[in-house]
């Protein structure tokens, strides 16, 4: 018989548990069809030697913005400045080159970078000479608007809204800061994105991804929100992949806001849906329906989170919810009543125990989904919450870099007794809990080995440990990222390379399993391929 390919390599590692590694894997028809000498016997006009090299599956980004990171690729970049006056001169450069009335659109502003401060006002509007302007936060749960910007959404003598916040000063005025909802506000002016937009957005992301060894990614809200792009945003990554340029698997969330109430179960009233009864599951390999994405709550680093207990310094401020607690849990239970599975925005304890009685109360009447139910973040976990997801089934996807990037103003502003909650990684394992791999890119670097080094070392920026306890060996960090990463997005066909699977894999040039954290950072992605053909590299 001839197959399409036999690849060999100095060790290819399977995160397959019945066949750990093995040297030479066939593939046909874009499987796996087998290894070693069940290959024997068997033909192909392509044979790869990959020499030194090893060979691990196809890497897996469990939640990440992809639309919004390739955007950040357009936009204005401030993520790398020192100073708020740095920041200042770059827009008034970019502002310079903008026909007037156009809009001056910035990403990746990180105030901890700069001392914890922000562009002031009057600042902003001499450096961007009357252009509406928008800089979006890293953490994308805030943002910086200029007065013009403001006047043009109305949001001067607006009201906060529901889950959101306009900052003001001592007199009552805008700042120019919005936080969480707010930021629709000036977000929704910039929207639709033009399908041929996202289209270009998902072919320069996905380029990125395919260099890093990603094969296949969820995307963490569509479709409506302030954290989707259009509401024609599933067909733009229809066009994305009928074209060519969608270079990884892709997982698409819609937001809770897509939903409408749904009329064709009598079994089921008040429940919510998408058009057509379509729910979590729908596609093919290359693209289908993920759960639903929902916001709980906001972010730790910008103390919007919803903790039990206030933040450092903050006796007041505990967070907030991102809505009536009733209200939340009502739409999430709607939802799974649609067969649903449910992906909940929760960071902080209070957020996820809301989340958490959510879940249970929906696996009670409508049994569990067959991808399983999920808590984004989860950044703060309190010791008792940790069984509980346990029992529940419920997946989590922290990010490791927040540890890296915002370990040490999480210490301020969480404290140290409650270090030992934050982005936990060893303890959820321990218990039964589903860890699955993710960025939440362009939020922070997403290069998953920057991210495994840091599951596997937990070292603040400053190059502080950071709860040691949690830390992970190679190969657990490496199963975050395939595996398990599959196991969380309900995908059977990933994350491991076996006989049947897909054939998505990665060439790099050490073995994450023998490496230190520092040299599994330094890993190189040789070659990406996805379904045996290649989307990144040469070999």
């Known amino acids: 018989m001839r197959i399409d390919t036999i690849l060999s390599a100095a060790d290819i590692i399977t995160m397959d548990p019945r066949r750990p590694h093995a040297k030479v894997v066939g593939i046909h028809h874009g499987r796996v069809v087998g290894f070693d000498a069940e290959l024997d016997g068997l033909d192909t006009a392509n044979k ?158 996905t380029r990125i991804y395919a260099s890093e060894g990603i094969t296949s990614f969820t995307e963490a809200g569509i479709g409506s929100g302030w954290i989707g792009n259009s509401p024609a945003e599933l067909g733009a990554y229809q066009i994305a992949r009928a074209s060519g340029v969608l270079r990884a698997r892709a997982q698409v969330m819609p937001t809770l806001d897509t939903l409408e109430p749904q009329h064709g179960d009598p079994a089921r009233p008040g429940s919510l849906g998408l058009s057509l009864g379509l729910k979590t599951g729908l596609g093919d390999e290359y693209l289908r329906i993920g759960p639903l994405k929902l916001f709980v709550d906001g972010s730790l680093t910008g103390r919007t989170a919803a903790m039990t207990h206030h933040y450092c310094g903050e006796p007041h401020n505990t967070g907030f919810l991102q809505g009536d607690p009733d209200e939340i849990r009502g739409r999430m239970v709607a939802a799974a009543a649609s067969g649903w599975s449910i992906a909940a925005h929760a960071i902080g304890d209070a957020a996820i125990d809301l989340a958490m009685d959510a879940i249970e109360e929906a696996s009670e009447r409508y049994g569990r989904p067959s991808a399983p139910h999920r808590i984004e973040h989860a950044s703060y976990l ?24 915002f370990g040490d103003e999480f210490l301020r502003s969480m404290g140290a007794d409650r270090a030992a909650g934050i982005y936990r990684a060893r303890s959820l394992r321990e218990a039964g809990v589903l860890v699955a791999g993710s960025s939440d890119r362009p939020c922070i670097d997403g290069n998953p080995f920057s991210a495994m080094r840091t599951l596997m070392e937990r070292k603040t920026a400053s190059g502080q440990d950071f709860t040691p306890r949690e830390r992970l060996s190679g190969d657990e960090a490496l199963a975050c990222y395939t595996r398990d990463a599959a196991a ?40 990406t391929m996805l379904g045996g053909s290649a989307t990144f590299g040469a070999l």
């Not at 529940?392 to 996807?397: D, E, F, H, S």
């Not at 790099?508 to 023998?514: G, I, N, Y």
């Open 48 to 205: 790869i030697d990959a020499g030194d090299h090893v060979v691990i599956p196809g890497l897996i980004d469990a939640h990440c913005h992809t639309t919004w990171f390739g955007r950040t690729r357009i936009d204005l970049d401030l993520t790398d400045i020192e100073t708020v006056e740095e920041a200042l001169d770059l827009l008034a450069e970019r502002a310079a080159a903008t026909p007037a009335g156009e809009w001056v659109q910035a990403a990746g502003y990180n105030q901890h970078r700069v001392g914890g401060h922000y562009p002031d006002l009057a600042a902003l509007d001499a450096a961007t000479a009357g252009r509406p302007t928008v800089i979006r936060q890293s953490s994308g749960h805030a943002l910086i608007a200029n007065t013009e910007a403001l006047v043009r959404a109305g949001a001067v003598d607006l009201p906060d809204p529901d889950g959101g916040r306009i900052e003001r000063d001592a007199d009552g005025a805008p700042t120019g800061r919005l936080e969480e909802t707010a930021q629709a506000l000036i977000l929704d002016l910039l929207k639709p994105m033009s399908s041929t937009d996202i289209v270009h957005a998902l072919d320069i992301a």
């Open 382 to 405: 309190r010791d008792d919450q940790v069984p509980r997801l346990a029992k529940l089934g419920i997946a989590v996807t922290p990010q490791a870099m927040f540890v890296h990037r």
């Open 488 to 527: 969380a997005t309900g995908s059977r066909d990933t994350g491991a390379l076996a006989a049947g699977k897909l054939a998505d894999l990665v060439v790099v040039d050490r073995s994450p399993l023998q490496a230190s954290p520092e040299e599994v950072e330094a890993t190189k992605v040789v070659a």
